[in-house]
């Protein structure tokens, strides 16, 4: 599992609200810090697959992605990802409430409401602008108070207007998602626990809140809502065997990641799957620095599931970081034999040719990888170090450019691009590369001045 910091946009509720505030000059950015693992994202995908297909989308493309944080939350800023907080995953009991969430979030990108929040947005910020315009004039003609008073009120009825769509979105997305569950054959009695479980989240009490300035509806009439689809419809669904298994391996490898050894080896006897007990008491002992009673579990792990590519990942993993390079390199083979197309089991591949000074075939599987992924920070970073290892330092530079974009350093980036632009022959595709970065990067400078 690695951590890595990447960019994103902020929440277009809140890049409203600062507007408001600043009159559209904030920042409209932030940093998220993802889990990477390719166990994680493969079991996500098993209880995302039938939800997608359901909404009509490629499971292929629509990847699932795990924020480092422990707060309840998931959200979509692309057609391409859903990110799912691993709080939230490991707040819920139960694989048909986590995908519910994953219905919702599915719901937000099938029924296009990424490209209509965007045009929301833009038409909440005219009236925004257009308000203060008018206050400018009032304020020339002397009328101080009401100009204040128009500004204020424009801004506002611009922001209500907008959330007022953004509720409408989720109300929708409830709905397409019990659809999507239903046709999935999952119980939609998840989607009533899922909000159940936001419930009191609120800062406020129910009396006091503003429906009408919130992005969401108040939890109670969603509640209402998810009860009166349970009612119409039952809950028939059959027992899934499938989706629980990969529920509780998720769940348990972010747990032993996140919490202490002690913990982990105090409860591991709990799970009723006794090859994710083994992983969870490999990683807590891997954590303990204790390497034989590490591999001891993970190779018993192994032998519940010979073929499984995830388990031998973590193995290679496991070795990586206890500097047994070539055992982690011949791990990692067997790792890319079972899955070749992984391209995080690439990365790791690819990282341990690295380390045992196999550069050229280190820089083969990175680039499989990077063709398949470009999300990966710590591949692109391995990347980078393989192209320099090489000679071609032109390349070395395109690949570091494109990293600090995704980590939200646009002046670095801007850096090696100009590097990249000046060291590459002149249209090859390294040198598209780094102009894009360079276009990019350069925009994103002049904003921030």
Same mark, same amino acid.
């Given at each position: 599992m690695a951590f890595e910091r990447v960019f994103r946009l902020a929440s277009i509720p809140a890049l409203v609200l600062l507007s408001a505030i600043y009159l559209f000059a904030a920042?409209?950015?932030?940093?998220?810090?993802?889990?990477?693992?390719?166990?994680?994202?493969?079991?996500?995908?098993?209880?995302a697959f039938p939800i997608l297909r359901a909404a009509g989308l490629n499971p292929r493309r629509v990847k699932l992605l795990v924020v480092d944080d422990s707060s309840l939350n998931?959200?979509?800023?692309?057609?391409?990802a859903i990110f799912i907080h691993s709080g939230l995953i490991e707040k819920v009991q139960r694989?048909?409430?986590?995908?519910?969430?994953?219905?919702?979030?599915?719901?937000?990108i099938a029924n296009g409401h990424i490209a209509r929040r965007i045009g929301n947005l833009e038409n909440a910020q005219t009236l925004s602008k257009l308000g203060f315009a008018l206050s400018l004039l009032a304020a020339a003609a002397g009328g101080g108070d009401a100009a204040a008073g128009i500004a204020a009120g424009t801004q506002t009825s611009a922001l209500r207007g907008f959330l007022k769509h953004t509720r409408a979105e989720e109300s929708a997305a409830d709905n397409s998602a019990a659809s999507y569950l239903r046709w999935s054959d999952i119980p939609l009695q998840g989607l009533v626990d899922l909000h159940r479980t936001f419930a009191g989240q609120e800062l406020l009490s129910v009396e006091r809140q503003d429906p009408y300035m919130q992005s969401h509806p108040l939890t109670r009439d969603r509640i209402r809502n998810a009860e009166a689809f349970l009612e119409s419809y039952g809950s028939t669904a059959p027992d899934n065997p499938n989706a629980e298994y990969w529920f509780a391996r998720v769940r348990g490898k972010i747990s032993a990641f996140s919490r202490s050894s002690k913990w982990t080896l105090g409860r591991a006897a709990e799970e009723p799957h006794r090859d994710i007990r083994l992983m969870r008491e490999a990683i807590?002992?891997?954590?303990?620095?204790?390497?034989?009673?590490?591999?001891?579990?993970?190779?018993?792990?192994?032998?519940?599931r010979p073929d499984d590519a995830y388990y031998v990942e973590l193995k290679g993993?496991?070795?990586?970081?206890?500097?047994?390079?070539q055992a982690a390199v011949a791990t990692y083979k067997q790792a890319v034999d079972l899955a070749p197309n992984n391209a995080l089991i690439l990365a790791g591949y690819g990282r341990a040719l690295l380390s045992a000074g196999q550069d050229k075939a280190a820089?083969?599987?990175? &680039?499989? %990888?990077?063709?398949?992924?470009? /999300?990966?920070?710590?591949? +692109?970073?391995?990347l980078a170090v393989a192209y320099s290892k090489l000679g071609n330092d032109g390349m070395a530079s395109v690949v570091t450019a494109e990293r600090y974009a995704?980590?939200?350093?646009? &002046?670095? %980036?801007?850096?090696?691009?100009? /590097?990249?632009?000046?060291? +590459?022959?002149?249209?090859?595709?390294?040198?598209?590369r780094a102009q894009d970065v360079l276009l990019?990067?350069?925009?994103?400078?002049?904003?921030?001045r």
């Open positions: 920042s409209s950015a932030s940093a998220i810090t993802l889990l990477r693992d390719p166990d994680i994202e493969n079991g996500l995908e098993e209880l998931a959200f979509v800023i692309d057609h391409n694989a048909d409430v986590l995908q519910a969430v994953i219905a919702h979030e599915a719901a937000h807590a002992w891997h954590r303990d620095r204790n390497l034989s009673r590490a591999r001891s579990a993970i190779d018993a792990a192994i032998a519940e993993q496991i070795l990586m970081e206890h500097r047994q390079t820089l083969d599987a990175l &680039e499989r %990888a990077r063709a398949r992924e470009y /999300r990966d920070i710590r591949m +692109l970073r391995d995704l980590q939200g350093r646009p &002046e670095d %980036a801007l850096i090696h691009a100009k /590097r990249a632009v000046g060291a +590459l022959p002149t249209g090859s595709p390294g040198w598209q990019a990067s350069e925009r994103s400078v002049k904003r921030k």
